[in-house]
């Protein structure tokens, strides 16, 4: 690879002074003239018939200028994998918060107290909240009269929405089938089952989910939303409102967080419904409340998994069996059902292997995706389970890893050969760093202290695509128009740097005009760790077709073929000759045009590489683009008397090929940590009977800095396995992945310390007191 200026360089981002001075604009921040204000009627019943909605006396209170209910919204329903929701129901709530009504007023504080005077007859029906007790053949309720019908619309790559005819609740099944797993139990030395499970944890996004809604003069409509797939939400708002997509328009503002909260359409569906009505702007904004109800959250996880081993650790069989509580609507569960199985498949050699995974609806309140896309739980599960494999065999937790961990060309659980696998490297590091084969002292009074590892992998989605635009200006600045959504991970400061690599020039030469429906071209989303390398390519893409147009023009001038050309610095010059040479400029007429053809705007397009599967058995040669890989060591204190634990020090390592920004790439890692630490000891969207019991961040307990080690005491590593086949310069996504090992990592410190395995996460103190005085009474 030639040597790099720009690229592996942590530049600033490019967004810094403005947020830091606050000059930021989010979409909380966002004002159209004549606005109105949103707020939503919501139910309080997890299953019931709507009877009667009256509406009579908010439509007359002051201030209200649009009151819409189920018998307002289109026929249509929407959906990411079925359409399956409608914008307000006109016959069944399906969850507790489900809307049933919205008021658009002058103010807020109109619309709110419009909506104490709406009156909704409903008559409660038999709900259903645990999902192994919604999936069976004849479940006590089911959730959708026949989910069947709704009209699939399925993502890119294969369809993961394949129910079971027998299970009325399955939405979604996903099979990964390798060997034979019952032979290779019965061939195992030790077989080994358990049972483990993950809670509803929030995605903690400072700013709430919101949009803007307008319809113009001539019926089109324009929405600012902060969505991570703004075509896919362009096209629901294109179905629900009968709107051909030119006269559909999505702006997307910079985000305050989102971690896989901002994909949905349904605050700009409600938005453009209460809009329609109005005849004027209508805003709606989320209060933290209804962001945990009716925003999304994780889905919780249940996970079976069943091992065979040899006496000296070599797996010889797994089954798992994943449960993924989707919650009332589908959404996009399916998918995650599906994203797990690579989760479960791309670490570890395995010869007989087999997963079966179901994404179950219940009257629950519907989950949405979340970093990691159900890689998270089932690894959470694996890495646990590996740790006890190593105890029953009396192995090294390291050794046991080491010894079944997939070499480069070696074929995954799902048939894919591995290529760019740093996850060795990744665990070598950190328990270097840890000082793994020194034992933990024992801590002093009622505080014992325990180390323990995990590693884990993060599949980067393929079979999708992405088009950028790259305009070069009169003064050699480089425009790019890309709809990658920047939502903090600092994709707009990885594409300047990009374009800057590939002209020759500083990131501060390279303009961003991005994510609008009306100047920016096709994304699939901003998902699946995938904008590093789909949108980076189809940049790099761009960028070579745009110098390919300059060249053009450049080289009559210098008298030299197109390939003898190279640029720098908005100069463009005869490569071993770089004093004959011309300024961009000289190619523009003073009013700014090209001398011919206008602008010069290059295009590249980019789709990631993907082979097509076996739908019975999940076996394909690529079903993904790729993988980033990590590993994470961490030391904890146990106390003996209170339950409470405490992570005294940690190390997380990732492998993302070669990053394009290593300083942001470590910013990457240390959010994933809090994320993950947050999600193992304290997080948990609590949900009683179909009810929210953590309506704010007051019961919802996230960790603070001051909860996490820092400083000394906590170490981020980056390790560079290059991705040579696609990715751009070797780089490869991984950003999701940085808060799946350290879950596990944690538990089996825990357990390292103080002798208890929980299989519950978060792992709060009482869960680990009971299990402490369980064992202490020989239970």
Not at 1 to 30: C, H, I, N, W
Not at 594 to 621: F, H, I, M, W
Not at 722 to 731: I, M, R, V
């Amino acid at each position: 690879m030639a040597e790099l200026s720009v690229v592996g360089q942590s530049v600033p981002r490019v967004d810094a002074l403005d947020k830091v001075t606050g000059r930021t604009r989010y979409g909380v921040d966002l004002k159209v003239p004549g606005m109105l204000y949103g707020k939503l009627l919501r139910s309080p019943y997890p299953n019931a018939r709507i009877i009667h909605i009256d509406t009579s006396e908010a439509e007359r209170y002051p201030g209200v200028k649009a009151v819409v209910t189920g018998k307002d919204s289109p026929v249509e329903k929407y959906g990411f994998l079925a359409r399956e929701r409608s914008i307000f129901p006109t016959d069944v709530v399906r969850f507790v918060g489900e809307g049933v009504a919205g008021v658009a007023a002058e103010s807020v504080e109109a619309a709110e107290e419009a909506l104490r005077l709406i009156k909704v007859d409903y008559e409660e029906l038999a709900a259903v909240f645990d999902p192994e007790e919604a999936m069976k053949p004849n479940p006590p309720v089911a959730v959708h009269a026949d989910f069947s019908k709704y009209v699939r619309q399925p993502l890119p790559p294969p369809d993961s929405l394949r129910g079971i005819p027998q299970s009325p609740n399955i939405y979604g099944y996903r099979p990964i089938i390798r060997g034979d797993v019952e032979r290779g139990f019965r061939e195992a030395d030790l077989v080994l089952e358990n049972r483990f499970s993950t809670a509803r944890i929030h995605h903690g996004a400072m700013e709430p989910l919101s949009a803007i809604a307008s319809f113009g003069p001539d019926g089109s409509l324009t929405v600012w939303t902060a969505s991570t797939m703004l075509f896919r939400v362009r096209a629901m708002l294109c179905t629900l409102f009968g709107l051909p997509p030119s006269k559909v328009r999505i702006v997307t503002p910079l985000s305050g967080g989102s971690f896989g909260a901002r994909g949905e359409a349904t605050q700009a569906a409600e938005a453009a419904l209460m809009a329609q009505k109005a005849r004027r702007p209508v805003k709606l904004v989320l209060t933290r409340e209804e962001f945990l109800i009716d925003g999304g959250t994780r889905e919780p996880l249940v996970v079976y998994i069943k091992d065979g081993v040899k006496k000296d650790g070599t797996l010889v069989a797994r089954h798992v069996k994943a449960i993924v509580h989707g919650g009332a609507y589908c959404g996009l569960m399916a998918a995650v059902a599906r994203s797990l199985t690579f989760g479960a498949s791309a670490t570890y050699r395995v010869p007989n292997f087999k997963v079966d995974s179901y994404a179950v609806a219940t009257n629950e309140p519907p989950a949405v995706p979340f970093r990691g896309f159900g890689s998270t739980q089932v690894q959470w599960a694996i890495e646990s389970q590996m740790d006890m494999l190593a105890e029953k065999l009396e192995m090294d937790p390291t050794e046991i890893r080491r010894k079944n961990i997939l070499m480069e060309g070696e074929e995954d659980g799902c048939g894919m050969p591995v290529h760019s696998i740093g996850v060795k490297d990744c665990l070598d590091k950190v328990t270097g760093w840890i000082d793994w084969s020194k034992e933990a002292p024992r801590g002093e009074g009622p505080w014992r202290r325990g180390k323990g590892v995990a590693i884990a992998n993060r599949m980067i989605v393929g079979g999708t695509s992405s088009v950028v635009l790259v305009k070069v200006h009169e003064d050699g600045a480089i425009e790019v128009r890309h709809s990658a959504h920047e939502q903090g991970q600092g994709c707009n400061t990885v594409l300047s740097q990009i374009a800057a690599e590939e002209f020759e020039t500083s990131v501060h030469r390279v303009k961003l005009v991005h994510t609008d429906t009306a100047q920016t071209d096709y994304e699939f989303g901003t998902i699946g760790s995938r904008i590093t390398m789909n949108t980076g390519n189809a940049l790099r893409l761009a960028c070579q077709d745009a110098k390919r147009q300059l060249f053009g023009l450049a080289a009559s001038k210098l008298g030299v073929p197109v390939d003898g050309l190279g640029i720098n610095d908005g100069v463009v010059y005869v490569k071993g000759v770089p004093e004959r040479a011309i300024r961009v400029s000289e190619l523009f007429t003073p009013l700014g045009y090209l001398v011919k053809d206008g602008e010069l705007v290059g295009r590249g397009v980019y789709t990631a590489p993907v082979a097509s599967e076996n739908l019975d058995t999940g076996q394909a040669k690529r079903p993904v683009m790729g993988y980033g890989y990590g590993a994470t060591a961490a030391e904890v204190s146990v106390n003996i008397e209170t339950g409470e634990v405490k992570v005294l020090r940690i190390a997380d390592s990732f492998d993302m090929g070669q990053p394009i920004n290593p300083k942001m790439c470590e910013g990457q890692i240390e959010s994933g940590r809090a994320m993950a630490l947050g999600s193992a000891l304290s997080e948990e969207v609590a949900v009683r009977k179909g009810r929210l019991e953590t309506p704010n961040f007051m019961d919802y307990k996230m960790p603070t800095a001051s909860d996490l080690p820092a400083n000394q005491d906590a170490a981020s590593s980056l390790v560079t396995s290059e991705h040579h086949d696609d990715g751009p310069y070797g780089a490869k996504g991984f950003s999701e992945g940085v808060m799946v090992p350290q879950a596990p990592a944690v538990a089996n410190a825990i357990f390292n310390a103080v002798g208890v395995r929980i299989k519950d996460i978060p792992i709060t103190k009482e869960k680990v007191l009971e299990a402490l005085k369980k064992r202490n009474a020989g239970g």
